[in-house]
T-cell receptor
Framework: GNSVTQMEGPVTLSEEAFLTINCTYTATGYPSLFWYVQYPGEGLQLLLK?????DKGSNKGFEATYRKETTSFHLEKGSVQVSDSAVYFCALSYSGAGSYQLTFGKGTKLSVIP | KAGVTQTPRYLIKTRGQQVTLSCSPISGHRSVSWYQQTPGQGLQFLFEYFSETQRNKGNFPGRFSGRQFSNSRSEMNVSTLELGDSALYLCASSQDRGTLAGLQETQYFGPGTRLLVL
């Protein structure tokens, strides 16, 4: 079946450090890939997405590239800020029973300290 | 546009009771999905509704049910509550996930309803 595996953390970084959160997936067909972010007490917000192989999604300094050969969609940011502290979820969208649903990784909690 | 809204935001119930949660999607969105988030199981898909019809259902017992109204608003119901039903219930909407482009569509999430079962 379809699944997403991401490093669970927690990850603690100093401000301005480089961030990588690994995400790999297993899927049949050609899923779309997403990164969502969840701030404390809130729902999920879309951070970025990629819909086909070699696509790069980017937003707010975050980037991720859809790598079909390695089935990966790692999230990176060159210089994190305290305001980036949140839980990050990798997800894939796949077709099932006539509709589409998201399968999520377990989430990675990021804490950025000044 | 207003985002996805969910009511109530917090709820405390006791075992054996039932509960109804409400979700209003973004205007113009016709698909509504529900997810359960717990520390142990993470985010799990419950069901998806489109044009008042349940199109897809996750692996949850029949105590979990839902419906969608003609204005796309959706409700989910959990009967005979168990302690393990304590979770954050998230609703998400998208424009029309039945199209060929549905695989690429973004789902927009509400803030969730936090349910505590005592």
């Amino acid at each position: 079946g379809n699944s997403v595996t991401q490093m669970e953390g927690p990850v603690t970084l100093s401000e301005e450090a480089f961030l990588t959160i690994n995400c790999t997936y297993t899927a049949t067909g050609y899923p779309s890939l997403f990164w969502y972010v969840q701030y404390p007490g809130e729902g999920l917000q879309l951070l970025l997405k990629a819909t086909k192989a070699d696509d790069k999604g980017s937003n707010k300094g975050f980037e991720a590239t859809y790598r079909k050969e390695t089935t990966s969609f790692h999230l990176e940011k060159g210089s994190v800020q305290v305001s980036d502290s949140a839980v990050y979820f990798c997800a894939l969208s796949y077709s099932g029973a006539g509709s589409y649903q998201l399968t999520f990784g377990k989430g990675t909690k990021l804490s950025v300290i000044p | 546009k207003a985002g996805v809204t969910q009511t109530p935001r917090y709820l405390i119930k006791t075992r054996g009771q039932q509960v109804t949660l409400s979700c209003s999607p973004i205007s113009g969105h016709r698909s509504v999905s529900w997810y359960q988030q717990t520390p142990g199981q993470g985010l799990q898909f419950l069901f998806e509704y489109f044009s008042e019809t349940q199109r897809n259902k996750g692996n949850f017992p029949g105590r979990f049910s839902g419906r969608q109204f003609s204005n796309s608003r959706s409700e989910m119901n959990v009967s005979t509550l168990e302690l393990g039903d304590s979770a954050l219930y998230l609703c998400a909407s998208s424009q029309d996930r039945g199209t060929l482009a549905g695989l690429q569509e973004t789902q927009y999430f509400g803030p969730g309803t936090r349910l505590l079962v005592l």
